[in-house]
């Protein structure tokens, strides 16, 4: 198996990261500062449309679905946990990412499919995972990331000391049957997991008025399972229920439900500047667009240490942008490196001719 | 050791590798109380955390056991039923079997899935008696059929320390099987290794599961006609394909007898690669179940549709014929 680590950038990310894309992630140890969650804020909004305009230069094939005025939940969420603590994230996660601790670097080259990104190109904009600040996947499978979370949370637990697992996912994701599975577990076991529901009030097209019969609090407290419905437009508002969550999985309390309601600026995927779908009425989108929780946040700090961060954030990811572009794309002949664990190496699509195939006698 | 059964053999596999990695664990339906008798002693002897009883929330504990073993468990996840596999089709082939690739190599899903009843029960009907491995092979899950009871406690033994996914079926016609074993012969068998249960040099038949014993019950019958070979290739996925290739070097003809359904079951895939790759005298021959097999419930309605002896006798006999 070829290893693409010793084309030596996959594990040096960034210069730059220090300063912008890892203060104020990750913190665990007290409320972040107003400065630090607007400072990781902007890095997101900021990473989120460097990332569009590659997806339009055609550096990102796939397309992303950007996160651009959910900030607020990923940031809030980020400061509340430890870099060692797990996160299961969904198609939407580039922003949970960041918080988490991911450099802006090797994400945007993940995105842009180069070896030196977070999964070596594998992953992609739908899928990444960074196992070095404790993100284990992006599940495509909606809804299916929560039973992932509350496994290792369990896992966690089994092994003693006091990490936890936070599993994020959609409105959608609340009609999934093996989700709700996930609560029954997780409440039967007292296993030390969140479950965070970013509330954007659609699944892609579906308004989560025609979708969710009850309420989306009332499915987890039906498992005996805390809930909390909370702004999701104000990363302070999101750090504090986070942390209540965090702390009461630490102490053994079991598992916490959190809906954040927030909104997506953009469409479901960039696939949407094409397909041009009318399913939100331009009056509603721009009335959330008006509660933008950048502006809420910057309104915080004051202008002074603002210009500082925006500088910073610009320098980090005019490096990040660099990082990415700089990075090779992946060899074909390694598409099928990494399918197992093991090493085995499966037979080609085309067979060999039979004067080829040599018999061990 | 005499007389081992093929599920006492499961039985002493898992005990073992429970006893020699903290990190292995099952969990599943009726576990605590062995209803498949492959836990059996085992809630007491390692507890609710190592044999751990779940609600019937199989898509919801197939994903628990993935995260699980991304963070350093090694779950073995007990299915009663075989349909139980195609409701977690998802989870396994396209959550835990594809980690591996979408992280890059960062992380590993070391799970097992066994399924102590695979196939065929009379009269269980059409909802009990599925024996879907080759869906499992086509998407590239690690997947295994042991015949035997040496085979069942060393292909166990080598899917719980594999660190990718494995699906164990354990066929229901394989379960009353007995083996004389001496102290020393449960080893590991290496994944992807088949095995020759009888040597000849005819007409090789592959036989997967219990229809190995099928095979070796039509080789006697018909010794005094023709010399067949009965491969057992243990591994569905990865298949030993120089193992196959050794024994049709010798023989140059092939019959497949395949509890699949007839469509896209392992059977083609085997008549397929020996066709393209391998010397053979005449057209290679396959029993299957038919296309889109349903069992009924009555008795006859049941038999009617499974692979039988009969079968085998008739196509080798042909095969040797029109060479």
Redesign the interface.
């Known amino acids: 198996m070829t290893t693409e680590a010793s084309h030596g950038t996959a594990s040096q990310g960034t210069a730059g990261q220090e300063r912008a894309g890892q203060q104020g992630a990750c913190r665990g140890g007290g409320a972040p500062r107003p400065e630090d969650l607007y400072r990781m804020m902007r890095l997101i909004r900021r990473f989120e449309e460097h990332a569009l305009g590659l997806v339009k230069s055609g550096e990102i094939i796939s397309g992303i679905h950007s996160c651009i005025g959910q900030e607020a939940v990923a940031a809030g969420t980020g400061a509340a946990l430890r870099r060692d603590d797990i996160m299961l994230a969904n198609h939407r996660a580039h922003g949970q990412l960041l918080a988490k601790g991911s450099d802006p670097g090797r994400l945007l080259a993940e995105l842009a499919g180069r070896t030196n990104g977070v999964a070596r190109g594998r992953g992609g904009s739908f899928h990444p995972s960074d196992f070095t600040v404790g993100v284990f996947g992006s599940s495509g499978s909606v809804g299916h990331g929560a039973p992932l979370a509350t496994g290792a949370a369990w896992a966690l637990a089994r092994a003693g000391g006091d990490r936890v697992a936070v599993s994020v996912f959609g409105d959608g994701a609340v009609n999934q049957g093996a989700l709700l599975e996930s609560f029954n577990l997780a409440a039967l076991w007292q296993v030390p997991v969140v479950f965070i529901c970013e509330n954007n009030l659609y699944a892609t097209t579906l308004p989560v008025g025609a979708s969710v019969a009850g309420s989306i609090t009332g499915r987890a407290e039906a498992f005996g399972i805390p809930a909390e419905s909370v702004d999701g437009m104000d990363p302070e508002l999101v750090y504090a229920a986070v942390a209540r969550a965090v702390a009461r999985a630490r102490a053994g309390q079991g598992p916490t439900f959190l809906e954040f309601r927030t909104y997506r600026f953009h469409g479901h995927h960039t696939f949407e500047t094409t397909t041009r779908l009318r399913y939100r009425d331009p009056a509603e989108v721009a009335a959330w667009q008006a509660r933008d929780p950048l502006a809420l946040q910057a309104g915080r700090v004051a202008g002074a240490v603002r210009d500082v961060i925006d500088a910073d954030v610009e320098s980090t990811l005019d490096a990040a942008v660099r990082f990415a572009l700089a990075g090779l794309k992946p060899d074909p002949a390694d598409a099928c490196d990494y399918v197992y664990a093991s090493g085995l190496r499966t037979r080609p699509g085309v067979a060999a001719s039979p004067a080829e195939r040599t018999v061990p006698r | 050791m005499s007389k081992l059964s093929y599920t006492r053999a499961l039985n002493l596999a898992l005990g073992a590798e429970m006893d020699r990695d903290p990190a292995v664990f099952v969990i599943g339906e009726d576990v605590r109380h062995a209803l498949t008798n492959v836990t059996a002693g085992m809630f007491d002897r390692f507890g609710p955390?190592r044999i751990m009883e779940?609600?019937l929330?199989e898509?919801?504990?197939?994903?628990?056991?993935?995260?699980?073993?991304?963070?350093?468990?090694r779950?073995v996840v007990e299915y009663q039923i075989p349909f139980l596999l195609m409701l977690v089709f998802?989870?396994i082939a396209?959550?835990a079997n594809k980690?591996?690739?979408?992280?890059?190599?960062?992380?590993?899903?070391?799970v097992t899935y066994l399924l102590p009843s695979a196939g065929w029960r009379l009269g269980w009907g059409a909802q009990h008696s599925d024996e879907p491995y080759s869906l499992f092979a086509h998407y590239?899950v690690?997947t295994v059929v042991p015949a035997t009871p040496s085979d069942a406690f060393g292909l166990l033994t080598s899917a719980i320390r594999?660190?990718?996914p494995v699906v164990v079926f354990a066929p229901i016609g394989s379960l009353t099987m007995r083996e004389d074993l001496a102290p020393g012969d449960l080893v590991p068998v290496p994944l992807?290794s088949g095995r020759i249960h009888r040597e000849g040099h005819d007409v090789t038949v592959v036989a997967i599961g219990h229809l190995v014993y099928d095979a070796l019950a039509v080789a006697g019958q018909l010794e005094d006609q023709v010399s067949i070979e009965v491969f057992d290739p243990r591994t569905l996925y990865?298949f030993d394909?120089?193992g196959l290739?050794?024994s049709l070097?010798k023989t140059g003809r092939l019959v497949v007898i395949d509890d699949s359904n007839r469509t896209c079951g392992l059977a083609a895939e085997i008549l397929a690669?020996a066709a393209?790759?391998?010397?053979l005298l005449a057209p290679p021959r396959r029993i299957t179940r038919p296309d889109g097999a349903i069992l009924g419930f009555a008795p006859e309605l049941d038999l009617a549709l499974q692979p039988s002896r009969q079968q085998l006798a008739d196509l080798v006999l042909e095969v040797v014929k029109s060479a």
Request: overall charge negative; glycine content about 14%.
């Open positions: 955390e779940m609600p929330s898509q919801g504990f197939t994903n628990f056991a993935t995260g699980a073993a991304m963070a350093g468990l779950p998802e989870q396209n959550q980690f591996s690739l979408m992280s890059g190599g960062q992380t590993q899903v070391p590239g690690k594999d660190d990718d992807g990865p394909w120089d290739a050794a070097a690669t393209e790759e391998m010397p």
